[in-house]
């Protein structure tokens, strides 16, 4: 049964792989190249992945085709959107959302890895789809 703790696992899980990349790689490359070394600890970590994943827009019950590409996709439950940015701004979260709501996924993780500490600014996003489930 899909609950709460069980995604939370999975973005703990995440996360940890962030920071190994970031410890290994530091701040100031492009986000191609987090997301190259972060795809390949995720697969290291047994999770089941995709990367560039098209996420439908549907508009009025309508399928428009689709037009968004979300960064990553673990265990198709929680979206990774990636930044290599100085600055996090609003739109980023705003543009998790969302893809979250599109894609109808329960949970999003925005990381930048153009930082000191990931855990500092990593900013996770719910959905109601992740309030209605089970905590246990």
């Known amino acids: 049964m899909l609950t709460q703790k069980y995604i939370n696992n999975i973005a703990y899980k995440i996360v940890g792989c962030a920071i190994e ?7 100031g490359l492009l ?11 995720l697969k290291e970590c047994g999770l089941k992945i995709k990367s560039q994943v098209h996420v439908p827009i549907k508009y009025k019950e309508k399928d ?5 590409k979300l960064d990553i996709l673990v265990e198709d439950l929680i979206i990774v959107e990636l930044k ?15 893809y979250l709501k599109l894609a109808d996924k329960p949970k999003g993780l925005l990381i930048n ?20 489930l089970a905590k246990e």
């Open 84 to 98: 290599a940015v100085e600055v996090m701004i609003p739109v980023f979260q705003a543009q998790l959302l969302s």
């Open 31 to 41: 986000e191609s190249v987090y997301e190259t070394c972060l795809l390949d600890e």
């Open 113 to 132: 890895f153009n930082c000191e500490n990931i855990t500092q600014h990593l900013v996770p996003l719910v959905t109601e789809k992740f309030a209605l």
């Open 64 to 68: 428009l085709g689709g037009a968004l």
């Open 21 to 27: 990349v970031h410890k290994h790689l530091g701040a």
